[in-house]
């Protein structure tokens, strides 16, 4: 069973840092592609960054870039997010989701897709 | 960027309806769209990939179609469970998600 979970969040002020983790399981994490994906609270689903299965290409949203940077350990089934610069607007659920794509090891990767599995999120709020 | 706009951004609907959502990109997006649902509380499921694929397990009576910049979702006949929000998301470069659409009885 494909199970994600995350951890890391919690109560920080502006322009301050967190570091989100999630530790994937139930299916071989090397091969497929992550993302993060944030929801403010009562809003609608915002795309975050995604990384490659080879930990080689990143992406992020224009509100995100300069200040969060996206990774993974292949070696711990565990995708990060290091969120830098916090803002007030940063205030939501964090996802954890997969790309659903197969990839091998030299594999090119196209680019973030759409997320067969989701985590239950963790929350962020950015308040002074 | 490109935006996502999906109508309408509530539905009021009864069970045993037909109901169709539209969402329209700022740009083509080719046939790279999906659909998902979200119930409060809960992530976000995913429903239909690449325009009109049904994920496994979705009840057939969802369906997409569309291409370019212009999509839509439909469920045939509603069921009680289908009540929740639905969001598309275009995946042609990088991502991004439609505002949503709830639908309510």
């Known amino acids: 069973e494909v199970q994600l979970l995350e951890s890391g969040g919690g109560f920080i002020q502006p322009g301050g840092s967190l570091r989100l983790s999630c530790v994937a399981s139930g299916f071989t994490f090397n091969s497929h592609a992550m993302s993060w994906v944030r929801q403010a609270p009562g809003k609608g689903l915002e795309w975050v960054s995604s990384?490659?299965?080879?930990?080689?290409?990143?992406y992020y949203a224009d509100s995100v870039k300069g200040r969060f940077t996206i990774s993974r350990d292949n070696s711990k089934n565990t995708v990060f997010l290091e969120m830098n610069s916090l803002r007030a607007e940063d205030t939501a659920l964090y996802y954890c989701a997969r790309d659903p794509h197969y990839y091998e090891r030299n594999s090119y990767f196209r680019g973030p897709s759409f997320f067969d599995y989701w985590g239950q999120g963790t929350l962020v709020t950015v308040s002074s | 960027d490109i935006q996502l706009t999906q109508s309408p951004s509530t539905l009021s609907a009864s069970v045993g309806d037909r109901v169709t959502i539209t969402c329209r990109a700022s740009q083509s997006v080719s046939d790279w769209l999906a659909w998902y649902q979200q119930k409060p509380g809960k992530a976000p499921q995913l429903l239909i990939y690449k325009t009109s694929s049904l994920e496994s397990a979705v009840p057939s009576r969802f369906s997409g179609s569309g291409s370019g910049a212009e999509f839509t979702l439909t469920i045939s006949t509603l069921q009680p469970d289908d009540f929740a929000t639905y969001y598309c998301?275009?995946?042609?470069?990088?991502?991004?998600f439609g505002q949503g659409t709830k639908l309510e009885i």
């Open positions: 998301q275009q995946y042609n470069t990088f991502s991004t």
């Open positions: 990384v490659s299965h080879s930990d080689v290409y990143t």
